[in-house]
């Protein structure tokens, strides 16, 4: 008998209570064609908290914890531009093209690198076993990240 992975059905739970509508609503304006920009200057990453119209208590602490994250330990590369935050929401028109360019479509964390060899992402599912422990998640994020900025 097939199982369905825990991870798959906590993201359905997660998501089908946090979002409006199907979702999808941004994902159809983006534009057609692939996005694969290259950085003409230096190389940073970028940290994407998206949500959507509605957010439960998980949603907005994946958020928070990751934008505290951020401010906490990454100053510096914020400052310089080597590291950008933001929150998004993925609905909304105007962010269509990057909820697009990364596949948001639901409450999610994403890192995006951005580098002389061009653009990649990957959604960060961890961070939503962490939210009960406000430390673990710092800690846990901060390595990622560290890893990430090291690998520019």
């Not at 950008?84 to 948001?104: C, I, K």
């Not at 599912?125 to 690998?151: A, C, H, P, Q």
Request: aromatic share 12%; proline share 1%; charged share 20%.
């Amino acid at each position: 008998m097939n199982r369905i992975p825990i991870m798959l059905v906590v993201l359905v739970l997660f998501s089908a209570g946090c979002i409006e509508g199907t979702g999808n609503e941004a994902l159809e304006v983006a534009n057609d064609e692939v996005v694969n920009e290259t950085v003409e200057t230096e190389p940073y990453i970028e940290v994407i908290h998206f949500h959507g119209n509605s957010q439960c208590y998980s949603c907005i602490t994946v958020g928070e914890y990751a934008e505290e994250t951020v401010n906490t330990y990454f100053s510096d590369e914020l400052e310089s531009g080597k590291l950008v935050f933001r929150h998004l929401n993925f609905q909304s028109t105007e962010n269509s093209e990057l909820a697009w360019r990364y596949g948001a479509a639901y409450s999610s964390l994403w890192i995006g690198s951005y580098t002389k060899e061009g653009f990649s992402a990957e959604q960060d599912t961890n961070v939503w076993y962490k939210i009960d422990d406000r430390t673990e998640y710092m800690n846990y994020l901060r390595t990622v990240i560290n890893e990430k900025l090291t690998g520019l």
